[in-house]
Nanobody, 115 residues
């Protein structure tokens, strides 16, 4: 069972930046892929960005060029740097991990962007 703990959410004005962090309870090199999802009120949860152990990072078209996902294997941590935030980025952001056939979620962190 992989435990994921997110931090870094908050309230920011449009055009501002935030960096989310997700710390895993286990060595993330044993995890096939880690990513960030978000869910806005009344909407389905959607993929924001994903970073596999090997391969190309994947971004939602709505965040390309503004968000960057990265990982620090030594700290078992994945980051989401969010720049030029927009009100439509407001959502609860969840860290996600895939290992084999199992999927794990963090508790979520709220990001609110004011106009």
């Amino acid at each position: 069972q992989v435990q994921l703990v997110e931090s870094g959410g908050g309230l920011v004005q449009a055009g501002g930046s935030l960096r989310l962090s997700c710390v895993a309870s286990e060595n993330i090199l044993t995890i096939n892929e880690m990513g960030w999802y978000r869910q806005a009120p009344g909407k389905q949860r959607e993929l924001v960005a994903a970073i596999p152990n090997f391969g190309i990072r994947n971004y939602a078209s709505s965040v390309k060029g503004r968000f960057t996902i990265s990982r620090d294997n030594a700290k078992n941590t994945v980051y989401l740097q969010m720049n030029d935030l927009k009100p439509e980025d407001t959502a609860v952001y969840y860290c996600n991990a895939y290992r084999g056939l199992s999927q794990y979620w963090g508790q979520g962190t709220q990001v609110t962007v004011s106009s």
